[in-house]
């Protein structure tokens, strides 16, 4: 099945470097480009593209309630891609329910893998920031006085596993490997455990997970 994507970034050199590299791949096309947040909403409404690749700093509209607008719509995947990898605009976008991001600096591999997998229903976040990004807005830390989310009463014993092993950013795979179950089983879990908690991306379960201090599974807890 070939990902369609749109293109949202303010500079036409950025948009036609990302066309050029995304077509590269022959199960990519590129539907089309907008400038500005508006526009990415407009034509993600008008396109239906699986992915929308989105900046976050642009002129009028912004990345962030232009993601909150897609994602409320329902109309694409967001995948944020950065120059910044830790500021307040990146975490705007995933609470407004991007699938993730990643920095302009990522390699053509990553960056075509990642539109790839956001397609597939997977969250991506840059490798360098995945544990940063957690640990510096929801710390894990002791029981809180405040009760957890009403939401969490719902996910049975294994789906409560597997949200504390989102909340350690753990792709499919990873969770599969510390629960010993199949991916196909984990993607799964994965997608009840975001339609009962009213989720719409793996990262925002990832901070629900901290923030409401999920425990991690022994079994999926990393060394160090």
Known sequence: MTVRVLLADDHPAVRSGLRALLES???IAVVGEAADGAAAVGNARALRPDVVLMDLRMP???GIAATRAVVAEQLAQVLVLTTFD???YVFGA???GAAGFLLKSADAATLVDAVRRVADGQGVLAPEVTR????????RAAPSAEPPPAQLAALTPRERDVLGCLGEGMSNADVAAALVITEATAKTHVSRVLAKLGLSSRVQAAVLARSAGVPVPAAARRPG
Do not use: K, Y
């Open 25 to 27: 791949d022959p199960g």
């Open 86 to 88: 830790l500021d307040e």
């Open 94 to 96: 995933l609470q407004a």
């Open 132 to 139: 940063r990004l957690l640990d510096r807005f929801v710390v």
């Open 60 to 62: 009028g509209t912004d």
